[in-house]
């Protein structure tokens, strides 16, 4: 069954460092999207990509953010400047339709120090 | 814009035991419903939707509109059912998903 892979599984930081979290989605899904997990929190919706750009974004995704795909497979999020709240899971998803639900990543674990 | 509440955090029942985890929405619109599970150190995987109509694992899940709920439920529930549950209504044109925080199902043997 195809699979989103996300990379590192586990990233640790200095605060005020740049980080880019990468995803590879499933090859013909045409809806991307990130998550994050604050540990004992909720999932939250951070920002959907489609068609090359931004559809929507979350006001967590501020301009500390931005995703970008460079070469049609890969679906990269970066954070500027990392600060201590941004220690979280990162989850990627792709969807074909979103009418049918998502596929997510095992996600990135970003601890930043 | 969306809100989901799952009120129970943790619910534990015996193997065998009906259970039923809770969920109850606002909306604005018709949205569309979803389960998702998270499995101990696994994705987050998608269970059911409601467009299908399907019961996956023996899990069904009915929208009652009235009561805007999207309780899921099994009647017999097994070891391996033990994970993180989330009801996760869509938004209106399926550009993302709206969590709920979740309840932690524990069966018992």
């Known amino acids: 069954e195809p699979e989103v892979t996300q990379t590192p599984s586990h990233q640790v930081t200095q605060m005020g460092q740049e980080v880019i979290l990468r995803c590879v989605p499933i090859?013909?899904?045409?809806?991307f999207y990130w998550y994050r997990q604050i540990l004992g929190q909720k999932v939250e919706f951070l920002v959907s990509f489609y068609n090359n750009e931004i559809s929507e974004k979350s006001e967590i995704f501020d301009d500390q953010f931005s995703v970008e795909r460079p070469d049609g497979s890969n679906f990269t999020l970066k954070i500027r400047s990392t600060k201590l709240e941004d220690s979280a899971m990162y989850f990627c998803?792709?969807?074909?339709?979103?009418?049918?639900?998502?596929?997510f990543g095992s996600g990135t674990r970003l601890t930043v120090v | 814009a969306q809100r989901v509440t799952q009120p129970e955090k943790l619910l534990s029942v015996f193997k065998g035991a009906p259970v039923e985890l809770k969920c109850n929405y606002s909306y604005s619109g018709s949205p569309e419903l979803f389960w998702y599970v998270q499995y101990s150190r696994q994705r987050l995987q998608l269970l059911l939707r409601h467009i299908s109509r399907e019961s996956i694992k023996g899990f069904t899940a009915d929208l009652n509109k009235g009561e805007t709920s999207f309780h899921l439920k099994k009647p017999f529930a097994q070891e391996e059912d033990s994970a993180m549950y989330y009801c996760a209504p869509s938004s209106y044109n399926f550009n993302k998903f709206y969590f709920g925080s979740g309840t932690k199902l524990n069966v018992k043997p």
């Open positions: 998803a792709s969807s074909g339709d979103g009418n049918y639900g998502y596929t």
């Open positions: 090859s013909n899904h045409l809806y």
